[in-house]
Each structure stands twice: as C-alpha cells, then as structure tokens.
C-alpha cells in the first residue's frame, strides 16, 4: 500500500490503528509505519495508534482521540465542566472517566488523563458528532456529579467557591430530576452529604 492510498482511505479518521489499516490491507507491511513516521506523514500517538500530521488538532479532535486510546471511557470532569461552561478556567489536558485502572498518558499532542470508576458508574453520557465519528461526553449532571465524587475536598462553600461553579449556568443546563437519579446510583452517602451542600451553594449563589 502507498501511503496516499492509506491517507484517501482514512481521510475522516481522526485517529487510526493496525486494525483499521487491515481493514483496507489485509497483509499490510508493518515497517511502513516506521517509514512514514520518518517521512512525517503520521505520528504515533501510544503504542499502536497514529494521527496524520497534517491533523488540525482542536478540542472535538482530542476528545475523539482521548476516547479511542483508552477504552471504555468518556470526557468528564474538569474537562466537561469547561466545556459546558460550569467553570470558568480553560483545562489543560482531557479528563476522562473509565472502568479501567486511573492513568495518564502523554502524548504528542497533549496529555490525557483518566480517573477509574466501577463499571456500573460508567453511565450518564451522550454521543456527540466530530467529522462523521462519535464521542462519548459526560451529560451536565454527570460530569457535575464524578467531580464532586472524585474530589472530596470539595465539600463547603468556601471551596465550591474556590471552584468557581457557575451557579446560574448549572440551574439552566441541569434536570433535577436526572441529577438526583444519578447522585443515588452513587448510593454514597459522604458524596450525597457534599452534594447536598452544594445545592444549597448553588441555590444561594
């Protein structure tokens, strides 16, 4: 295969691995790879995994990227909380939540960072479009709740003033109805203290 053949067959891909090159080439020669990585036509993202140089590298690109190297998992947390607009500060590196062990992992194009919750938490988020692929993003009342649960620190109004929520953004983008279903899903009682707590914040804020 020649590598403008690979890049006309995976043109929309944002991100792409040995599996999707067999799709294409069934006896695909490996030391193509460390050719084209010499020319700089693509880039090893972790180990099995490329992005074209030419890539644009926005944020809707890194989180389709941040879900396919490290499965399952979806953006969450500071990461969502930005981008919904429940925090005021940008975030530096992806944030994640995932049923696999906590990690980072450093990339050329930035770090992505993921925070382990038990399978059955691995709920509360919807697909968006990016160029024809999907990503998995952490609904408002989600991505609220896995912060609140994954910082315990956070637990008065000093500190969810420290945060900076957004108190008006949160009381037009959140269901109550959802967040409490979610927050008992948790069945954690230290984290429906904290919850409830902030509420109070956010009513008063």
């Known amino acids: 295969m ?7 067959q995976l043109k929309n891909f944002k991100i792409f691995n040995l599996n999707d090159i067999r799709k294409i080439e069934e006896d695909f020669d490996l030391r193509r790879l460390n050719e084209w990585q010499k020319k700089n036509y693509i880039k090893k993202i972790r180990q099995g995994f490329y992005i074209f140089s030419d890539l644009e590298i926005n944020e809707q690109a890194l989180f389709v990227i941040a879900n396919r190297i490290h499965e399952p998992s979806y953006i969450s947390l500071e990461m969502a909380l930005s981008f919904y607009g429940l925090i005021p500060e940008a975030v530096y590196g992806i944030t994640s939540v995932t049923s696999q062990k906590t990690r980072t992992i450093k990339t050329p194009i930035g770090g992505f960072t993921y925070r382990h919750l038990k399978p059955e938490l691995l ?52 269901n109550t109805e959802k967040f409490n279903k979610y927050l008992a899903a948790f069945n954690n009682k230290a984290l429906a203290k904290r919850v409830k707590k902030f509420l109070t914040y956010i009513e008063h804020a």
Do not use: P, W
């Open 2 to 8: 020649q590598y403008i053949e690979l890049k006309e």
């Open 123 to 174: 709920f509360g988020y919807g697909l968006r479009e990016c160029d024809g692929h999907h990503y998995r993003m952490a609904e408002t009342e989600k991505a609220v709740l896995d912060y609140l649960y994954f910082n315990s620190k956070i637990k008065d109004e000093e500190s969810f003033m420290g945060a900076r929520f957004n108190a008006d953004e949160f009381k037009k983008r959140v």
